[in-house]
């Protein structure tokens, strides 16, 4: 009776501890858990500096999901085939196949769709979504100086980011392949917000990024294929889950 007893309390003590590490945060090199359901505001209160934090450009990632990697397999599956149509050794085969490369080496986890803000976790209760179990990262770093290039220009490029550039301003001091787009590009928020900006002289809307954007030049559509804005979108929305 005794060993049994003892056993249920094994289990018991065992069960604690599982559920008390089913609900962690990493933020700020620290690892924040929970034993219990917790609020957005509750994991922020906790962060050593939250007074340092770049609340425009702060994240929650889902670590143990795998949605993200999901999509970069059918972006993935989508170039491929597209390589397949291209020549050997030709420019759009080298091109393509650069860029497939490129994005098999994005490191990923899937964002929540939230906006991180500690005063709005704390006034607003629609901006204070709740936590039950999971890993997640959080993402609460002071403002970056830069907006980042990635498209078809070779490798990937991070320039200083000036509050009076636009995005075509930005694009000038990148050298694009003749593939990429001359009308449109993408522009992907640190908020995680993507949108399709007109950079061409009929339709420039002279749009000016965030720092820590990252704009995406895309594939020109009518060199390649119809399925080509398809995959233009794919790229853009998986830029929203890469680190």
């Known amino acids: 009776m005794k060993r049994h007893l003892g056993c249920l309390l094994a289990l018991c003590l065992l069960s604690q501890a599982v559920t008390a590490a089913q609900l962690s945060f990493n933020a700020q090199n620290t690892i924040i858990t929970f034993d219990k359901p917790v609020k957005l505001a509750e994991v922020l209160a906790t962060l050593p500096d939250p007074h340092s934090v770049y609340w425009a450009g702060a994240e929650v990632y889902e670590l143990d999901s795998p949605k993200a990697e999901a999509q970069r397999a059918d972006v993935m599956q989508l170039l491929a085939n597209l390589i397949r149509r291209q020549s050997s050794g030709s420019a759009r085969h080298t091109l393509l196949s650069d860029l497939y490369r490129d994005i098999s080496d994005w490191h990923l986890m899937r964002r929540l769709n939230i906006d991180v803000d500690f005063d709005q976790a704390r006034l607003n209760p629609k901006r204070n979504p709740g936590f039950v179990s999971g890993r997640y990262y959080i993402k609460a770093k002071p403002s970056m100086q830069s ?32 593939s990429s787009d001359k009308d449109y590009v ?58």
Do not use: C
């Open 147 to 178: 907006v980042s290039l990635v498209g078809p220009i070779g490798a990937q490029q991070t320039l200083a980011f000036n509050n009076a550039s636009t995005v075509r301003d930005y694009l000038e001091q990148a050298t694009p392949a003749d």
């Open 186 to 243: 993408y522009v992907i928020e640190p908020d995680g917000k993507v949108s399709k900006q007109g950079i061409a002289y009929w339709n420039n809307t002279h749009y000016k990024p965030m720092p820590g954007s990252v704009i995406y030049l895309p594939l020109q559509t009518d060199l390649f294929s119809d399925d080509i804005e398809q995959l233009n979108d794919h790229i853009a929305r998986l830029l929203q889950h890469r680190m």
